[in-house]
T-cell receptor
Framework: GQSLEQPSEVTAVEGAIVQINCTYQ??????LSWYQQHDGGAPTFLSY????GLEETGRFSSFLSRSDSYGHLLLQELQMKDSASYFCAVKYYGNNRLAFGKGNQVVVIP | GAVVSQHPSRVICKSGTSVKIECRSLDFQATTMFWYRQFPKQSLMLMATSNEGSKATYEQGVEKDKFLINHASLTLSTLTVTSAHPEDSSFYIC??????????????FGPGTRLLVL
């Protein structure tokens, strides 16, 4: 079977750093994407990792360890607008389907 | 670039009616589009993969006669919820894959359609 495990919710203050973890058990793994979704909105793409290591995009960075079937998204210098749900999603070999994790809600407080 | 639109953004209908949702890639060609459903506080669940010029591929448990998908052109896919019932009320989101992209590209999501069946 396949599962994407993510913790459910985290609250942090502005300026703090939050790390969201994602573990997966899947055959045919190709890459791991991260999406942000504000309440009532559509998912927006944040980052993608196909190889081990770190991908940095501004205040956000994503990490992948294929040997550990693990990835994480690091949110730095948190701002109020970062309050949203964050999803990891696995891309499979052979097709372009994405399997989304359960999501992690981040609440940023002043 | 890479804009995907959906129409309508919100629809309320009576039980038993059919509802059509359009998904358009505005500035790129999409050979493949995906339809997701999302219930409140839950993740996105893939319903089907829509391929231009061929039949859609449905995920296990999704009734193809209930959720009709048509991908008639490289920029348009439609999802029709037939004989809608209250349990079909959900947030329906499409995404599109850029035809010119390789394995490293991502899917671009539409803004979603919120369906409420009374």
């Amino acid at each position: 079977g396949q599962s994407l495990e993510q913790p459910s919710e985290v609250t942090a203050v502005e300026g703090a750093i939050v790390q969201i973890n994602c573990t997966y058990q899947t055959s045919g793994f190709y890459g791991l994407s991260w999406y942000q979704q504000h309440d009532g909105g559509a998912p927006t793409f944040l980052s993608y990792n196909a190889l081990d290591g770190l991908e940095e995009t501004g205040r956000f960075s994503s990490f992948l360890s294929r040997s550990d079937s693990y990835g994480h998204l690091l949110l730095q210098e948190l701002q109020m607008k970062d309050s949203a749900s964050y999803f990891c999603a696995v891309k499979y070999y052979g097709n372009n389907r994405l399997a989304f994790g359960k999501g992690n809600q981040v609440v940023v407080i002043p | 670039g890479a804009v995907v639109s959906q129409h309508p953004s919100r629809v309320i209908c009576k039980s038993g009616t059919s509802v059509k949702i359009e998904c358009r890639s505005l500035d790129f060609q999409a050979t493949t589009m995906f339809w997701y459903r999302q219930f409140p506080k839950q993740s996105l669940m893939l319903m089907a993969t829509s391929n231009e010029g061929s039949k859609a591929t449905y995920e296990q448990g999704v009734e193809k006669d209930k959720f009709l998908i048509n991908h008639a052109s490289l920029t348009l896919s439609t999802l029709t919820v037939t004989s809608a019932h209250p349990e079909d009320s959900s947030f329906y989101i499409c995404s599109a894959r850029d035809r010119s992209g390789g394995w490293g590209e991502t899917q671009y999501f539409g803004p979603g359609t919120r369906l409420l069946v009374l």
